[in-house]
């Protein structure tokens, strides 16, 4: 028997039962991660109401947008 081929049924089996249990563990992972709503929720009535409110920012959250947006510098402007 060459040391190179292992044909034992035990060691085979055991291979094949754990490819198995990986096998299984990696489709519940993928079927898991496909909790989608099927719907997406219509916000145009909530986006609406606010615009109706025309609330203008203060210039503290005017500098607060623009610090934790990125664009700190003066770059970001309200709808004035």
Do not use: C, W
Not at 28 to 55: C, F, L, W
Not at 59 to 70: A, D, L, N, P, V
Request: proline share 4%.
């Amino acid at each position: 028997m060459s040391m190179f081929y292992d044909n034992d049924p035990h060691k085979k089996r055991e291979q094949l039962r754990k490819k198995r249990e990986f096998d299984q563990h990696r489709m519940s992972i993928e079927q898991g991660s496909n909790n989608v709503p099927h719907s997406i929720t219509n916000m145009r009535d909530a986006y609406q109401q606010v615009m109706d409110k025309k609330i203008k920012p203060t210039q503290k959250e005017i500098e607060y947008r623009s610090f934790t947006s990125g664009l700190y510098g003066g770059y970001y402007q309200s709808d004035d």
